[in-house]
Each structure stands twice: as C-alpha cells, then as structure tokens.
C-alpha cells in the first residue's frame, strides 16, 4: 500500500494574529509526523495551486475576481472578510495551494500512483461557498476535489464524508443539486454555522444524496460509533461510491475550545479505521483524508500521526487526553431513527 502526503511549506504564511487557525496547526501535525517516523515511509509530495477552472467549478466567477481585487488591492494588509474570516498578504496563493493539494490527491489516487492520500493543508475549506468565504475558510478544498474527480476522470459516484464538528455547509452548498456526489455530515447542532438540519438532503438531481446527522453537544465514541453502523455504512454501500473524500475535524474531540462534543482520539482512530476499511470493500481503497478544524494542537497532532500509522497499516496509537471518567450523552436513538426514516435505510 501506498500513502501520498501533501502538504507545503508555505501552508505556514496565512496569519491572523491570535486566532485559532493559526499557522502552529500546521508545524504541530508536522512534528508529528516527523517524530512519529511516518513521513519517510509515505509518498510525500508538494501541493501544486488550484488553477482558475476547477475554482469555478465550484464557485461563482465573481467570488474569484473579488478575492482576486482583494489581494491586489490590500497587497499590504489583513482584510476581514467576515468576522472570523480574513484575507493576509498572500493568502489566496495559499488558499489555492491548499485546494490544490485535495485535486492533486485525486489524480495521484485515481492514476493509480499512490493508494490512498493524506492532505495536511490550511485554510480549511468546507465553510467556503460558492460565491463567500466563511467559518475560516476561503476556497471548498474538499467539495472541488470531488468535482475534479467528476470532471476529469469521469466519476460517477463520490463520497465526501465530512466528520469535522462543524456542518460543511459551504461543500453542501456547493454539491447539493450534483447526482455525481454523495454528502454526508456529522455534526454538533446547534452550533456555527447553523445549518446541517437532517430534512436538507439535496435539491433537483442530487435530491437524497446529501444525509446531515445533526447531534447535540455531549455525544462520544458510542454515539458515533452507533451511527457508523446505522447511517454511515449502509448509506455508503448503498451510494456505491467510486473515490471516498473525508473531511476531517478533531474539532469534535472532548478538549478542543470551540465544540463540545465528547469523542476521544480512540474513537477517532476507530473512525478511520472503518472508512479505510469501507473504502477498501467499496472502491479499491481510494480515499483520501484532509484536515479541516481541530484547534487544541497536542489533539491534533496526535490524531494525525495515530491517522498516519493507520494509513500505513499499523495499529500504533498514542492518546495523551485518555480519561477513563469521561461520560458521554448516549441517547442517540431517536436521531438514529428519524433520519434513518428520511432516508429509508
């Protein structure tokens, strides 16, 4: 088996002083990475940017010149975009880079040169929508990938399991009336961006090909675990999918400042696990995972390297947060059946 990971060092120069998506993300996952002897033995490669035609695919024209005159026209300074969204000196040339680090996953995968990939990249992307930058991030890294893989392989069925604690409201937006790709999200509800409600599951041709599994704060490993069995696997079989996209947030981990879901880097490592395995029932084993939240940094750089070892078909794994009193809600049932209803499974 062979694992590609894509990065760049440059995913470091996209900075706004003292907030949360903060360049240290990015050298926590790869320290790692380093130390934990992973990086040698995968196929590491440099992200190439994302050209305007497959930005397009999945935003508007418009949206691309405005962040193109943005970074012209304050070529020196931060513009805020939104509240918690901003434009640096050279943050689109990152923010392309880091969408072109999900495409070139694709075509390495899908060529055959590599397995299954991991893409450590930022900004995150699965808040960006088709014509505004939102929730940090700037481009739908995620959501494009999954169009390219339409476009220029021929795709039929693709998978986007996106597991960050936050709704990808910005890659559904931009999926939603696509037959060609398959949405599933995993979600803390209520909380930003307020969207993700289980009655949303796609419009026009893509209608029931987007499942939201919205969940109060307080849920762990056994609530997704149950969902997996219930809603994840046998949507996923039934989807058939050709190429599985997650987008993955640590974000839902019990420690992280910005959530208050209860899952452990176990259940995280259970998680993957499972996809790799589904992905290998169901299209050969091409899957490709790509970092989205996570924001307390020894969460995340543990996750990823307990990730990277599973990539690499080892069962090493490291959890410094273990707490054998945590307690999670556990009445998942009635969300489990509802949406089970809406989508006859």
Not at 55 to 77: K, V
Not at 174 to 184: A, H, P, Q, T
């Amino acid at each position: 088996m062979t694992t590609a990971l894509i990065t760049h060092p440059r995913f470091v120069q996209h900075e706004l002083p003292g907030h949360p998506e903060s360049p240290e993300r990015m050298r926590a996952v790869w320290r790692s990475l380093e130390q934990a002897g992973v990086k040698d033995r995968m196929k590491r490669m440099t992200a190439l940017p994302a050209d305007d035609e497959a930005i397009l695919r999945a935003h508007s024209p418009g949206y691309l010149e405005f962040l193109q005159r943005a970074s012209r026209d304050h070529a020196q300074q931060i513009v805020m975009l939104d509240q918690d969204t901003w434009l640096a000196p050279g943050s689109l040339e990152v923010a392309r880079l880091a969408a072109g680090a999900c495409l070139q996953a694709v075509d390495v995968v899908l060529a055959g040169d590599a397995d299954n990939a991991l893409v450590v990249a930022r900004p995150p992307g699965h808040h960006a929508c088709p014509t505004a930058a939102m929730g940090f991030c700037l481009l739908g890294n995620v959501a494009m990938a999954a169009l390219h893989a339409c476009a220029a392989y021929g795709l039929e069925r693709v998978l986007v399991a996106d597991l960050d604690v936050h709704h990808g409201n910005g890659s559904q937006d931009i999926l939603y009336r696509d037959e060609r790709v398959r949405f599933l999200s995993i979600h803390q509800s209520p909380l930003y961006p307020g969207t993700g409600a289980a009655e949303e599951t796609g419009a026009g041709p893509g209608k029931g090909y987007t499942a939201n599994i919205p969940l109060r704060a307080g849920h762990g490993d056994a609530t997704y675990r149950a969902l997996f069995a219930s809603l994840l696997t046998p949507l996923a079989r039934r989807w058939q999918p050709q190429l599985i996209l997650v987008s993955l947030g640590f974000d839902a981990h019990h420690a992280d400042p910005l959530a208050n879901m209860r899952l452990t880097l176990a259940g995280y490592d259970w998680m993957v696990k499972q996809l790799l395995d589904l992905a290998q029932e169901l299209c050969d084993g091409r899957i490709i995972f790509a970092l989205e939240g996570g924001y307390q940094l020894e969460v995340l750089a543990h996750g990823m390297g307990n990730l990277a070892h599973r990539f690499l078909g080892e069962s090493a794994f490291s959890d410094p947060f273990y707490n054998s009193d945590l307690r999670t809600r556990c009445d998942s049932q009635l969300v489990i059946d509802r949406i089970c209803q809406i989508h006859g499974v």
